[in-house]
């Protein structure tokens, strides 16, 4: 059984920083690109970050480029999302995903899901 489990999540206030981890157990991190998405109350799932098999490249939502950094450290089946620079706007629930290639943007791009871990940015 598939399993993605991330932790990292919590109340932070804006310009503050967090770091988000995704264990997997019952799958091998590195045969996929890993992505995390993210989603607001009331709004659709969005693309935040995706990240190769090799980790040898990167792509990131334009909210989240130059303050969001996805890394991956294959051999402990753990996936990152460093987080700084905070906004109220980056409120979400995050995703860790398993993502069919390295061109994933949308939910549909995605072979499996973690239940997600809330960030919340206070003003």
């Known amino acids: 059984q598939v399993q993605l489990v991330e932790s990292g999540g919590g109340l932070v206030t804006a310009g503050g920083s967090l770091r988000l981890s995704c264990a997997a157990s019952?799958?091998?991190?590195?045969?996929?690109?890993m992505a995390w998405f993210r989603q607001a109350s009331g709004r659709e799932r969005e693309f935040v970050a995706v990240?190769?098999?090799?980790?040898?490249?990167?792509y990131y939502s334009d909210s989240a480029k130059g303050r969001f950094t996805i890394s991956r450290d294959n051999p402990n089946n753990t996936i990152y999302l460093e987080m700084n620079s905070l906004k109220p706007e980056d409120t979400a629930v995050y995703y860790c995903?398993?993502?069919?290639?390295?061109?994933?943007?949308?939910?549909?791009?995605?072979?499996?899901w973690g239940r997600g871990t809330q960030v919340t940015v206070s003003s």
């Open positions: 990240i190769a098999r090799g980790a040898t490249s990167t």
């Open positions: 995903a398993a993502a069919r290639t390295v061109m994933a943007r949308i939910p549909a791009d995605v072979r499996y």
């Open positions: 019952g799958i091998t991190l590195s045969g996929y690109p």
